[in-house]
């Protein structure tokens, strides 16, 4: 039986003193917690295209963080008609993520959705 645990933060960690000792907490144990091992996300965005500095955006993903021993994290948010979804992984520990990556874009088309591209490569590029 696989265990879930969430954490709902109607403010900002850190923003009063017990949020500040719950953020040391959660950095602390995150290395041995053995609850979750995979984190997911879903915000609902704007409904309609934005612009910034005159150019209309195009595109918006929510990029999650991967941390101690939580090795994949699923981001998903809508944004002017689109579902767009990323998927942040330690490819040491989870080295066959275009299998995983690849079979959501699959199982995301038999829903109806349309993909611009057919597969996924994961990127390597840490832009350093």
């Known amino acids: 039986m696989k265990a879930i645990t969430m954490f709902v933060v109607n403010q900002p960690l850190g923003a009063e003193p017990a949020g500040r000792l719950m953020q040391r907490w959660m950095i602390r144990v995150m290395t041995r917690q053995r609850l979750v091992n995979l984190l997911a996300s879903n915000l609902h965005g704007p409904e309609h295209r934005m ?14 963080v991967v941390q101690g021993n939580l090795a994949v994290s699923v981001g998903a948010l809508s944004y002017a008609g689109q579902l767009n979804v990323d998927i942040v992984a330690d490819t040491d520990v989870v080295p066959d993520l275009a ?17 611009p591209t057919p597969s996924v490569e994961p990127s390597t590029d840490l832009g350093a």
Do not use: M, Y
Request: proline share 0%; aromatic share 10%; no cysteine.
């Open 99 to 115: 299998v995983f990556a690849n079979a959501l874009t699959n199982d995301l088309e038999r829903l109806g959705a349309r993909s």
């Open 51 to 64: 612009s910034f500095a005159g150019a209309t955006i195009l595109e918006v993903f929510q990029i999650g």
